[in-house]
């Protein structure tokens, strides 16, 4: 062997191994993150159903069946209630439609004008009657959002009018007439919407929605008088919370991103606030709006810009005495109406805790289902094979599919079970 062949080095056979096997365990680290992020292990499932045995409910859960049947969402990331919430969130949904309505104003007492658009049925109903949908949309929302365009049309097609209200400051480009925003439950604008609708059209009956915060908002007026569930067939709310006191401490922890959600949602709130800036604060002094401004500007959480912005415009004397006053938590129990709350295991705003008063309270009242879905995050709920979720998603399907049986209900059964549709407006016997 010669001396330039003796200082040849060979490979050990082992190093390519050893390189393989770490590209492998790259692979299943990522493949592993991936599925834990992405929850593709998490099975699909019923909503976990919380109700009493009564011939309404079990009409109810016989005839619209999104309630009882597997909630399947799209199979890569569907199950992923972060994916879901960013979808709602970007998009609002797949392929929205356009609805034709006409935009109504409502000049109020205290100066300001409250709007909402009124769609008209694209057909009849399959009743032969004459049903509105009035609809409470999320914070900060209005009638242009996907998800509510979506809804309606989806509604509109089944034979449903759709008054849907605009939120106090929520539209860009219509001026507040008064120092005053929309808050947390303040259920005036919602209050003259339906006032409106029960004068135009005095045969008309209702079917009242909400979504997210707007579920407060139905909830809490329907529940602050007896009276304004007069004409009322039934109620949906939609991924809400119930207390903003007990919800309060859960958003400035990490746990699900809740604090970087409480982030996002307060900068969006920062946003309408400084686009009415001259209306909300106009008639204060310079010092006064410089002081408001500069905590505005520095706020990273929405208790921060409710303690120090929301709650002054009714009046509250702290945050506490707000989020107390304007949560459906202590009004809920007095509504009486066929009542259907809907939340999802894996919203990232609405923490497991919160859930307890829908459960407690559906357990207690018999006009009261509440479902848990095991997916759908935060107003998602998109359904779909893969990877593309289809335009219509289950929660349009369940909240029209639960109207539908209560106006069947309604129209088949006898004046004593169908009048008032009410907890306690006839006696039943449990078969």
Known sequence: MSAHDSDVHTISPELPAMFDGMKLAAVATVL????????????????????QDTPLNRFLLKSCPQLTKE???????????????ALYGKLGR???PHPTGIRKYLPMQDGATATFDLFEPLGDHRTGDDITMVICPGIGNHSEKHYIRTFVDYAQKDGYRCAVLNHLGALPN????????FTYG???????????????????????????????????FLGENRTNQERVLCCVSVCQGYSALRAQETFLQWDQFRRFYNFLMADNMKKIILSHRHSLFGGSSVKTIDTELS???????????????????????????????ESCVHYIHNVNVPLLLVNSADDPLVHDSLLTIPRTLSAKKQNVIFALTLHGGHLGFFEGAVLFPQPLTWMDKVIVGYANAICQWKKQKPPCQSGQLSEGSCVEEKA
């Open 295 to 325: 905590r505005l500007y520095t706020a990273t959480s929405l208790m921060q810009i409710d303690d120090n912005i929301m709650r002054k415009f009714h009046g509250h004397s702290s945050l506490k005495e707000y989020y107390e006053k």
């Open 174 to 181: 219509i001026e507040l007439t008064s120092p005053r925003m």
């Open 94 to 96: 797949v392929s929205s």
């Open 71 to 85: 909630y399947i969402p799209p199979l890569l990331w569907g199950k992923s209630g972060h994916l879901q919430t």
């Open 186 to 220: 303040c259920t005036w604008e919602f209050a003259a919407m339906v006032g409106y609708i029960k004068r135009a059209y005095p045969q008309t009956q209702l079917i009242v929605v909400g979504f997210s915060l707007g579920g407060n908002i139905v909830c809490k």
């Open 32 to 51: 592993y993150i991936i599925v834990r992020c992405l929850n593709l292990k998490s099975p699909t499932a019923p909503p976990d159903l919380t109700y």
